[in-house]
């Protein structure tokens, strides 16, 4: 799985595929502070850019990927 869960931050690792989304969001509701760092994530689907983006979170790293990180930057930051 490209989802690591600590007790505040749900680590991203690699390709975040659709199958990623569900767990991704059941996550995020049941811990509304918790934080998602992006910074191994190398790729993600669309269905896990739609859930950061309704859910919000804070995001501790962005990917170390510059054109990722900037992509995501431009979405989840409006």
């Known amino acids: ?10 680590v991203a ?19 509304p502070r918790g934080r998602v760092n ?9 269905s896990n850019l739609q859930v950061l983006m309704a859910a919000r979170p804070k995001i501790s790293a962005w990917p170390k990927d510059r054109a990722l990180a900037d992509w995501l930057r431009a ?3 409006q």
């Open 75 to 77: 979405a989840l930051t």
């Open 13 to 31: 690792r690699d390709l975040l595929g659709v199958e990623d989304a569900e767990t991704l969001l059941e996550w995020l509701i049941k811990h």
């Open 1 to 10: 799985m490209a989802l690591e869960f600590k007790k505040t931050t749900a």
């Open 38 to 46: 992006l910074s191994a994530c190398t790729h993600l689907h669309a």
